[in-house]
């Protein structure tokens, strides 16, 4: 049971242009959710969080909404640069759960320069 | 100061054997959980375990076990390797736990176990 979907296997953007990341979730308890940037034969790398009692968080280029009611949330990056192609992952925690987290499938995304 | 440390980060085993992983914590981190990440399932919650006391198990069989000692650095076991256990093994750490409230994990580079 996926309870962490990302439905964008991969997503291209040009350089200097916003890069839109997707996620949605179905645990209505989940309320810690982390994106993560990983390359190949690497750990993913922590990149922004968010907790349930906000809707945003910003960080430099990265800004993350989350949008409780629709249980969904994105990941903007702007702008986008080649640096950034790499597969992201967003997360989710439950209440109670400390840090059990749950990833969804990752999203491949290519910046062209 | 230092990331998350995985040794090995290469490892060659054959079905029926078993294996130790190694992780080793950012200094001051007490919370340390694995994952296994393979192309058909994505990143998978094996546990999560905080001062030495697994508090946290994904769904995974009986073959997979782990433990953490004083200085929070975690082993992972994993007995009678199938095939299927061929995979990319994920340690991550976080400072903390509290009040059942989640905590920012950081990744260690991975060991990459392949089962013949």
């Known amino acids: 049971d996926q309870q962490v979907k990302q439905n964008s296997p991969s997503l291209s953007v040009q350089e200097g242009r916003i890069s839109i990341l997707n996620c949605d979730y179905t645990n209505s308890m989940f309320d810690y959710f982390l994106w993560y940037k990983k390359y190949p034969a690497e750990g993913p790398t922590f990149l922004i969080s968010i907790s349930s009692i906000k809707d945003k968080n910003e960080d430099g280029r990265f800004t993350v909404f989350l949008n409780k009611s629709a249980k969904h949330l994105s990941l903007h990056i702007v702008p986008s640069q080649p640096g950034d192609s790499a597969v992201y992952f967003c997360a989710a925690s439950a209440k109670g759960n400390f840090n059990k987290f749950y990833f969804g499938s990752g999203t491949k995304l290519n910046v062209k320069p | 100061k230092a990331g998350v440390t995985q040794t090995p980060r290469y490892l060659i085993k054959t079905r029926g054997q078993q294996v130790t992983l190694s992780c080793s914590p950012i200094s001051g981190h007490r919370s340390v959980s694995w994952y296994q990440q393979t192309p058909g399932q994505g990143l998978q919650f094996l546990f999560e375990?905080?001062?030495?006391?697994?508090?946290n198990k994904g769904n995974f069989p009986g073959r997979f076990s782990g433990r953490q000692f004083s200085n929070s650095r975690s082993e992972m076991n994993v007995s009678t390797l199938e095939l299927g256990d061929s995979a990319l093994y994920l340690c991550?750490?976080?400072?903390?736990?509290?009040?059942?409230?989640?905590?920012?994990?950081?990744f260690g580079p991975g060991t990459r176990l392949t089962v013949l």
């Open positions: 375990y905080f001062s030495e006391t697994q508090r």
């Open positions: 991550a750490s976080s400072l903390n736990g509290l009040a059942g409230r989640a905590d920012t994990q950081y």
